[in-house]
């Protein structure tokens, strides 16, 4: 059975650092894809950033580009999204979620495309 366990969520000022961490287990896919999403309550959840288990590769919502970084690793099926420069509007439970994809445009994934949820991790960024 597939398990998405996410760690790393708390409280930060804007302009502070976290990263969250995403450890897969009971995973059996030749190919899929890691993302990210998250959701701010009354809103709906948005896709944020994703990377591929082949090759690496990655991509991210516009407003994440130059501050957020993806990155994972294939043989311990873990993956970590490093947050820099947080912002109040940054503020969301963020869900690691994973899916048997070959590629990922982030801008078009939705939560539907995705096979696989972790529970959630809070994010709060205040003053």
């Known amino acids: 059975q597939v398990q998405l366990v996410e760690s790393g969520g708390g409280s930060v000022q804007p302009g502070g650092s976290l990263t969250l961490s995403c450890a897969a287990s009971?995973?059996?896919?030749?190919?899929?894809?890691i993302a990210w999403f998250r959701q701010v309550p009354g809103k709906e959840r948005e896709g944020i950033s994703c990377?591929?288990?082949?090759?690496?590769?990655?991509d991210y919502e516009d407003s994440m580009k130059g501050r957020f970084a993806i990155s994972g690793d294939d043989v311990y099926k873990t993956a970590y999204l490093q947050m820099n420069d947080l912002k109040l509007e940054d503020t969301a439970v963020y869900f690691c979620?994973?899916?048997?994809?070959?590629?990922?445009?982030?801008?078009?994934?939705?939560?539907?495309?995705?096979?696989?949820w972790g529970k959630g991790a809070l994010v709060i960024v205040s003053s």
């Open positions: 979620t994973a899916a048997n994809l070959r590629g990922c445009p982030i801008e078009t994934m939705r939560p539907r495309d995705m096979d696989y």
């Open positions: 009971g995973f059996s896919l030749d190919f899929y894809v």
């Open positions: 990377i591929t288990n082949r090759g690496g590769i990655t």
